[in-house]
C-alpha cells in the first residue's frame, strides 16, 4: 500500500550519506531561542549577566502543551534580544558567551548496549524524564514530545510508527543516525512502547536506504527488548515521511483532515526523536545537541554533525567547508519544506535537521507563466487539495474562499509547486495565506 500522489526529486544524498557524524566543539556564542516547537512560547528565566551551566533550564513555559529550553554550555547570559528565526523571521532569544576554559564534553553518546531494559523506568518516569529535558519532534513541526507520550486511557494508542525515511533530497543525518546509532534508536523506541503500553510497533524505511533496512531488521532479531519490532522497507516516493502518508502506508489507514494520528490509535516519532528520549531518559541529559546535516553543491565539504541548539547557521557551514564561489541560497531545512534564510546568523533549534545550500545548477531561473490548467498539482498533492485554487484565491486576496477549499490541510511539501509547468510557486502562496489567517485571529505578530 502506499499514498496517493507525491513526486521523486532527485535526492543529492551521496554528497552527505557516507560521511560519519562529528562533534561539533563548543562556538564562543550561541542564541537559544525561546520559541522553538508548537505550543506555549517559554519566558526567559536568566536574566543579563547570569552565570548558567550545561543542561540548566533558561527558558519555559506553563502550559502543557509546551517544552523546556536549555542551555547546551557552561558560559555567561550576553543578552535577551530579537534575533533571526529560520520560521518567524525575528523571535526573542537568550544570547550566551561560553566559557572557552570549563566545558563538559558532549560526544555523541550512542554508549546504549544490547542489555538495556526499558522495564526498569516506569511510564510516569519516562513522561517526566521527556518532558523535562524539553525533546520536541524533531522531524517535523515540533510538537513537544511528552504529551504524545502521555497514555490516555480513553484514547490508547493501537500503533507506533518510527519515522525513518528521511525523503527530503540532501538530508542524511537521520539515515548516519541508524547506522552509528542503532541500539540507542531502539532503545528509544522501547521507551516509548513501554510509556504507551504498545507492543504493535512499525519502523518504516524508505527503500533506497538497503543498509539501514538491513541494519535494523539484524538489530531487532538479535536484540532482546527490541523482539517483535517490525521493519519495514516503505516505497522510496516524496513525502513518504509525512506522518499521515507513512501511516497510509504501513497501516492503509486515513488521519482525518481536521484531526492528528492519535485520534485513530496512532503515535509516529521520528528516529532523531526516539534517540532523544533513550537520552534523557537514561542518561539524565535534556535536548540540547541535535544532528544537523550540512549538503548541497553551495557546500564545499558536505556532513553531518553533532551539533549544540543555537549555533549559528554560517558557522556550521565554516565547518563543512564554508560556501562555494556560486552558492546563492541557504536554506534551514530540505529544498522542499525548508525556509530560505538571508541571514548566517541565524541560529539552530530543536528542529533544525539540516542546511542546505544551493547553486543557480539546483534551480534554473524561470518566469512564472500563467496557469494553464493541467491538473499536475492536484495529482501531485499527497493530501488530495486543490493547490491552484487555493493558490489564486490567496493571490486575490480571497481568504474565505481559500479556507473553504481546505487550505489548513496542506502540510506544505512542496509537491505542487515542484510539479508546476508554469513555475507557479503554489507552496509559496499557501504558507502566505496561512499567515495572513494566523494574523487575523492575532494567534501571529505582524
Known sequence: MTFKGGVHPPDRKELSAQRAI????????LSIMLSQHIGAICKPLVNKKDTVTAGQVIGNADAFVSAP???????????????????????????????????????CPNNFDVDFDPTYYSPDQIFEAVRKAGIVGMGGAGFPTSVKIKANPQSPITDIIINACE???????????????????????????????????????????????ATFKKAVESIPFANGMNVVAVKTKY???????????ILNKDVPTSGIPPMIGVLVSNVATCAAIAEAVVLNNPLTYRPVTVSGRGVKNPGNFYAPVGMAAGELIELAGGLTEDAVKVIMGGPMMGFAIADLSTPLTKTSGAITVLTPKDFPKRKETPCIRCGRCVAACPVNINPTKIAHAVKNNMLDVAKQYYMSACI?????????????????????GKILVARAKKLMPA
Not at 22 to 29: M, R, S
Not at 412 to 432: F, H, N, Q, R, V
Request: with cysteine.
Open 22 to 29: 562529528q562533534t561539533v566543539a563548543v562556538p564562543k556564542q
Open 69 to 107: 529550553v536549555h542551555s547546551p554550555v557552561n558560559g555567561t547570559v550576553k543578552d535577551i534580544a530579537l534575533c533571526s528565526h529560520p520560521v518567524l523571521g525575528r523571535a526573542e532569544a537568550i544570547i550566551i558567551e561560553s566559557n572557552a576554559d570549563n566545558q563538559p564534553k558532549h560526544p
Open 167 to 213: 525523503c527530503e533530497p540532501f538530508i542524511t543525518c537521520d539515515y548516519r543516525l541508524m547506522l552509528e546509532w542503532t541500539i540507542q534508536i531502539l532503545a528509544g523506541i522501547a521507551l516509548i512502547s513501554r510509556a504507551l503500553n504498545c507492543k504493535n510497533i512499525y519502523i518504516g524505511i524508505e527503500d533506497n536506504k538497503p543498509d539501514a533496512v
Open 239 to 249: 513525502p513518504q515521511g509525512g506522518e499521515r502518508q507513512l501511516i497510509k502506508s
Open 412 to 432: 506544505e511539501c512542496g509537491c505542487c509547486s515542484y510539479s508546476c509547468p508554469a513555475d507557479i510557486e503554489l507552496t509559496g502562496y499557501i504558507k502566505t
